[in-house]
């Protein structure tokens, strides 16, 4: 996962992933079958992962504002070895975008998992005053996971934790509710 997450699916070779895996050439293609169908199993692993941890930290989160907080302000948390890689899923989508369905099926379901808890999140912001009503859940999640993406493609392009969570925050204000009066 982490040679195709550094390097992207073109750019990884065989002879990179046998070594970083310590096994031989053979040993690859018996398990996985080929290239690709290891980038896919790597693909939906990450996937799955990244969307439990992001969910993990949800529900540390006192208030539905909060969780969507911590969702866009963590390319800012991330160290920075960690930062330079972007988000594996985005990398995939900027190299294939929609030319590849399996591709996008290995993230299919956890990122359907995704939209589900956001839109949940989206709707109890908005029940407890945090969230505008007149925001629609359905376009604030596309909204959420844009501004993400955008900022995971920043992080990787070396933007500061300081710009990065600048960013996430003018996000956060297009949500809120009018609370002034």
């Given at each position: 996962m982490q040679v195709?997450?550094?390097?992207?699916?073109?750019?990884?070779?065989?002879?990179?992933?046998?070594?970083a895996m310590g096994i031989g050439r053979q040993s690859l293609y018996d398990t996985f079958g080929d290239k690709r169908k290891l980038y896919l199993e790597a693909l939906s692993l990450y996937s799955a992962q990244s969307v439990s941890q992001l969910i993990?930290?949800?529900r540390a989160e006192a208030s539905?504002?909060?969780?969507?907080?911590?969702l866009l302000s963590s390319p800012a948390r991330l160290p920075p070895d960690r930062r330079?890689?972007?988000?594996?899923?985005?990398?995939?989508i900027g190299e294939f975008g929609q030319s590849a369905d399996d591709v996008l099926q290995a993230m299919g379901h956890s990122g359907s998992v995704l939209d589900l808890v956001l839109e949940n999140l989206v709707r109890e912001g908005i029940s407890a005053?945090?969230?505008?009503?007149g925001i629609k859940p359905e376009s604030a999640v596309r909204f959420l996971?844009?501004?993400r993406s955008g900022l995971m493609i920043a992080?990787?392009?070396?933007?500061?934790p300081e710009h990065l969570q600048e960013a996430a925050e003018v996000a956060l204000n297009a949500l809120r509710a009018n609370v002034s009066g």
């Open positions: 195709f997450w550094e390097h992207g699916y073109e750019p990884t070779s065989t002879d990179m992933l046998t070594e993990a930290q949800f539905s504002l909060q969780a969507l907080r911590a330079k890689l972007g988000c594996m899923g985005v990398n995939a005053g945090e969230i505008s009503t996971l844009s501004v992080a990787r392009g070396g933007a500061t």
